[in-house]
């Protein structure tokens, strides 16, 4: 990208290359994508750049993970049992430590305002970055959590089904969690108003994750659960930038 | 009476509004609740199985009603105050707030005085008392979110689009609440259980609702008063205020 | 009375229930009206310096 204006990130901004014109709907069509796209790769960028906060935020949700036996009890039928709800709880509270660098560092710089300027349409840049941020802290913790499983004695097809449940739901805490940190971007009280924000949002994914996982391990199909997480996905991919935005645009005005 | 009520939609006109019709419906809402204290705590007969602990119901039916309810004006005025950009919308969703979460507070309290003589606990994790729960941290949210914003116009938008944003995971969060209640009720417990209405019954928790409905009125158009003054503060007209009233 | 203050041996329950809502709703109401008297006096305040009438001073005679 050769674009004569750069945020303060050093990385070219949207519009600043001008695309080469065709028609107009499928430049229409075409911006939308380049747009998700641009905003996608520039956050991953930036997120790689800082590998070690992505570590130490997967490192928070190994620890949080790892605390819950200390606290109950080393025994395997304890454990099983409240194994799904610990892994599925503490990758709410990983969402939600890893939403503080979604808007906030662009916000300070003034970079995101400078975003919202571009001629790009501010929805599509904003669906990339929730996506980069999926990419950088959802799925990691999707992964991770199967393992993590081993240690509260849960089989493998259990474990299975905890990580096809974590893929379907992290991004719905993305999602949601997007909203929350639109809304508080410069606003007092820091982490803790996110969470009380976002929390209550996020428990019917809580219920439902959870809730797979429970019926795996209790050898019934966890296909409602599971449809009811991949239903929510859709509607939040539909629904939820749209307020996002409309969050973003309240905070930069 | 013909009212033309787009008079009424600036602060200026709406003043003198609440004013009087907050005293009125704080009138109305004392006489119904004595009426239907009455009929609470004396007329209506002891249930058969549940004794007078049922009598809370005429406390807890009102106030969950009006948790609920409340949370819908204020999405709806939020709605107002977004679509429209109205100053007086936006006050009136943020005069709502404390009073709802106040009702779901009232509501999770008698529940739980209500479950322990009945039910043998206070806090049983039903669908309904959760999903209470869960809308009062809505709302709490809401009056934390209104906190933390500095410039009034801006915390007004942003209280909006959280309050629509959390209308609109209501009904989600009540269905999946209630989902994960029938499956894990191992108990033969059925917490849905108000004794079966006799007459009087079903009015004395008509008259609280109505009490309620008056009250919540009553207080929020007393406290959008305050928050007019608040705000407006610097705008001409309220200086023929302090003439014309003590600090009532 | 004491038959209805008993209220059948679940006196406890009910009315911890009902005084607490009562306490609540009545903690609101004076928050309120604590509120309105502390708008109008911030607005007094503020308009004060541009009333010279005596008639303008408080009930304690404050300026």
């Known amino acids: 990208m050769s674009g004569s204006e750069r945020s303060s990130a050093g990385i070219p901004l949207p519009g600043a290359d001008a695309s080469a014109d065709g028609d107009s709907a499928g430049n229409a069509r075409d911006s939308v994508f380049a747009a998700v796209g641009w905003a996608l790769a520039r956050d991953i960028r930036v997120a790689l750049r800082s590998k070690g906060e992505l570590g130490v935020q997967l490192l928070f949700y190994v620890i949080v993970v790892s605390l819950f036996p200390l606290a109950t009890s080393p025994s395997r039928e304890v454990l099983a049992t409240i194994g799904p709800g610990v892994l599925w709880t503490a990758a709410l509270l990983a969402s939600l430590l890893s939403l503080s660098r979604l808007f906030a560092s662009d916000f300070h710089d003034g970079t995101l305002e400078q975003i919202a300027l571009s001629p790009r349409p501010l929805m599509a840049l904003v669906s990339g970055k929730i996506a980069a941020h999926w990419l950088t802290a959802g799925l990691p913790v999707a992964l991770m959590a199967p393992l993590l499983g081993v240690q509260y004695a849960l089989d493998a097809p259990v474990l299975g089904t905890l990580m096809v449940s974590l893929v379907l739901g992290t991004p719905i805490l993305s999602l949601l969690g997007a909203v929350g940190a639109a809304l508080t971007l410069g606003a007092r009280g820091g982490g803790s108003l996110l969470a009380l924000l976002v929390l209550p949002l996020y428990a019917p994914v809580l219920i439902f994750g959870a809730g797979a996982v429970d019926a795996a391990r209790a050898g019934v199909s966890a296909m409602p659960q599971l449809s009811l997480l991949g239903a929510g996905l859709l509607l939040a991919l539909v629904a939820v930038p749209f307020a996002v935005t409309a969050a973003l645009r309240i905070a930069l005005d | 009476m013909l009212i033309n009520w787009f008079r009424f939609s600036s602060p200026v006109s709406f003043y003198p509004v609440a004013g009087s019709w907050s005293y009125a419906f704080g009138a109305t809402a004392a006489l119904l609740a004595g009426a239907g204290l009455v009929v609470a705590l004396y007329i209506a007969p002891t249930d058969a199985t549940q004794g007078d602990a049922y009598r809370i119901i005429f406390i807890h039916v009102p106030a969950a009603w009006m948790a609920m309810l409340i949370y819908l004006v204020m999405a709806g005025w939020s709605a107002f105050a977004l679509g429209f950009n109205t100053r007086l919308s936006a006050m009136m969703a943020q005069a709502l707030a404390p009073t709802g979460a106040l009702m779901a507070a009232i509501a999770l309290w008698t529940g739980a005085f209500w479950g322990r003589p009945t039910w043998g606990t206070y806090w049983a994790w039903d669908a309904r008392m959760t999903s209470t729960l869960i809308l009062l941290f809505l709302y709490l949210g809401v009056v934390a979110l209104r906190a933390a914003i500095e410039d009034p116009r801006r915390a007004d938008r942003a209280c909006a689009v959280l309050a629509l944003v959390g209308a609109v995971n209501v009904p989600i969060i009540y269905f999946s609440v209630q989902w994960w209640n029938t499956l894990h009720q191992g108990s033969s417990i059925s917490l849905t259980g108000a004794p079966k209405m006799a007459m009087t019954m079903l009015a004395g928790i008509l008259i609280m609702t109505a009490a309620a409905w008056c009250y919540t009125i009553a207080v929020v158009l007393a406290r959008v008063q305050a928050i007019i003054v608040e705000r407006e503060r610097g705008a001409g007209w309220l200086e023929s205020l302090i003439d014309l009233r003590a600090a009532r | ?63």
């Open chain 3, 1 to 63: 009375m004491s038959e209805f203050l008993a209220m059948g041996g679940y006196a406890w329950y009910v009315w911890m229930a009902y005084g607490g809502a009562a306490l609540a709703i009545a903690v609101e109401i004076a928050s309120v009206r604590a509120r309105r008297k502390r708008a109008f006096e911030a607005l007094r305040m503020s308009v004060e310096p541009t009333l010279r009438s005596p008639s303008m001073l408080g009930a304690r005679g404050e300026r």
